[in-house]
């Protein structure tokens, strides 16, 4: 998949992949993330 | 002054459980979607359970020792459905039903705010003189209760009471607002920490009376819970620890609240250790109440398949930890697991600096831990609403570590997770899940010698309060006195 200048929303789980992780990998691949948040489904 | 360290170890622990299936509406996601369709409450009624049939539930069984985690794995879905019948009290505590639990939310009101109707007042003493753990005093405490017409007015008046009711719809009392401007003394938060302050005493009693402890010899008590106690002023900055204690006649004891969302336990633990091994302390109590908030939470999805609601039970624990007794699990200190602001967000840093850096300083291996408690949410609560099973997504990460770490081989992944996991058992109740419901099997296993090494680890979502993106946790590892 190519991220190079798309915009992401990176929704994330505590117990699965986090946000700030999801953020972290889109931003290395050029993405602009425009929202970062985690949720906590328990 | 005394310069050496003691060694300190869990004493004892206990559950506490109230079925209290006339409270599912004020769940905060219940309460949330009433107020926008009241026609959603028949449904809600409809999947309600009895006394019963939460006794006979084997995740609850467990949770309260009867069974022990590996027969539940062993009980062919749905749980629900098991028909083997139960027994109130188990070997670490009760589940207690909905009429008692009433009179005794009564019983820790210190200001008179729970009003309930007479007839139903002196139905609860009849239940509650029989209890073990309840004295006269406590029974005066009731009082004789308040006309049903005054409780009609006191639901209808300009600060509303929140009116209290059975699983089947009978109205039995109210509670009332403390202050008529003030929302953080408003009656669904005074329910939601009254509740917790009246769970964790339950818990309490029945370590203090079980272990045959002195409660004028515990000096210090650490409240884990997650409620919000304070008023206007100063919102969530108040302490149950000490009304916990004063309800539990430890009348030499202070004590603290301290805050981790679900890791709030284990840092406690921690805390507790050191005061007891720094010689602070002899003994010091832990406890944590129950989470008002999260009865119905994933009533929805239980809905949607027409099973029962699940989330009907309130739950709390008491811990006590003390100095070396030479039988008791010790606390590893020198092991504590910390996810530090710059560990990173990610499940390998994560779990790296929960479980695999302090067992290295101990020389130790990932497969040198009998069993690890973290996540125990019952995944029938879960599944149901599309939120997985949150025991074996940790499980796996922790499994996956090792086989990085080349302690096992890909292919032994899912046996160390059926070996070294647990199933999810306990209530979602917050920080009641988080490892310390798997504390009762843990400390009966080191004992006799069937488990040498448990590690509790607990996570913590502080994100939800919009402080911070970082989540937390923190591990603790115990180890067999030998």
């Not at chain 2, 818990?203 to 409620?227: F, H, K, W």
């Not at chain 2, 007794?325 to 092991?335: E, F, I, K, M, N």
Request: proline share 6%.
């Amino acid at each position: 998949m190519q991220l190079q200048g798309k915009k992401i929303i990176a929704l994330g789980e505590r117990d699965g992949v986090q946000g700030s992780a999801i953020a972290e990998c889109a931003r290395s691949a050029g993405a602009e993330v425009v929202l970062e948040t985690t949720y906590c489904f328990v | 002054m005394i310069q050496t360290l003691e060694q300190p170890v869990i004493r004892g622990v206990r559950f506490f459980l109230a079925h209290a299936p006339g409270l599912v509406r004020y769940g905060s996601k219940p309460s949330r979607d009433l107020s926008r369709d009241a026609t959603i409450a028949a449904a809600i009624a409809s999947h309600l359970r009895t006394y019963e049939a939460a006794v006979a539930y084997p995740p609850n069984r467990v949770f309260l020792g009867h069974i022990h985690p590996d027969t539940l794995a062993s009980i062919s879905p749905p749980w629900f459905a098991s028909a083997a019948p139960g027994t109130r009290w188990g070997a670490h505590g009760e589940i207690m039903p909905e009429e008692e639990f009433y009179g005794v939310l009564k019983i820790c009101d210190a200001f008179d705010l729970v009003r309930l109707e007479a007839s139903f007042v002196e139905e609860s003493r009849a239940a509650l003189a029989v209890h073990p753990l309840l004295t006269p005093a406590d029974l005066e405490r009731l009082g004789t209760g308040f006309p049903e017409a005054d409780i009609a007015t006191q639901c209808g008046g300009s600060a509303p009471a929140l009116p209290l009711y059975l699983r089947h719809g009978r109205r039995i009392g109210c509670m009332q607002a403390a202050h008529a401007d003030d929302a953080s003394l408003a009656a669904d938060v005074l329910l939601e920490n009254l509740t917790c302050k009246a769970s964790a005493v339950m818990a309490m009693r029945t370590l203090l009376a079980q272990e045959q402890l002195d409660p004028v010899a515990i000096p210090y008590v650490l409240n884990s819970g997650e409620e919000a106690v304070g008023d206007r002023y100063q919102r969530g900055g108040g302490n149950l620890a000490k009304a916990i204690a004063e309800m539990c006649g430890c009348q030499a004891a202070t004590g603290v609240d301290i805050k981790g969302f679900c890791c709030g336990p284990v840092h406690a633990l921690v805390v507790a250790g050191s005061l007891v091994s720094a010689r602070v302390f002899s003994q010091v109590a832990v406890v944590g109440g129950c989470a008002l908030a999260k009865l119905g939470m994933k009533y929805r999805g239980h809905l949607q398949h027409d099973q029962p609601i699940l989330e009907d039970v309130l739950a709390a624990v008491a811990i006590l930890v003390s100095a070396d007794d030479g039988y008791s699990p010790r606390l590893r200190l020198d092991a504590l697991g910390r996810h530090t602001v710059a560990a990173g967000s990610s499940q390998k840093a994560i779990f790296e600096h929960l479980v695999s850096q302090p067992l290295t300083r101990l020389g130790l291996h990932c497969t040198d831990v009998d069993k690890y408690a973290t996540e125990l949410h019952n995944p029938e609560v879960t599944e149901p609403a599309g939120s997985g099973n949150v025991p074996q997504l940790n499980y796996r990460v922790i499994a996956g570590l090792a086989a990085m770490h080349k302690e096992i081989v890909p292919a032994q992944i899912p046996a160390f997770v059926a070996t070294d996991g647990r199933p999810g058992f306990a209530p979602t109740q917050g920080h009641i899940a988080s490892a310390v419901p798997y504390l009762g099997h843990a400390v009966d296993g080191l004992r006799d010698g069937s488990l040498q090494r448990v590690m509790l680890l607990a996570k913590g979502s502080l994100f939800l309060g919009r402080m911070t993106q970082l989540a937390d946790g923190m591990s603790l590892l115990l180890e067999r006195n030998a």
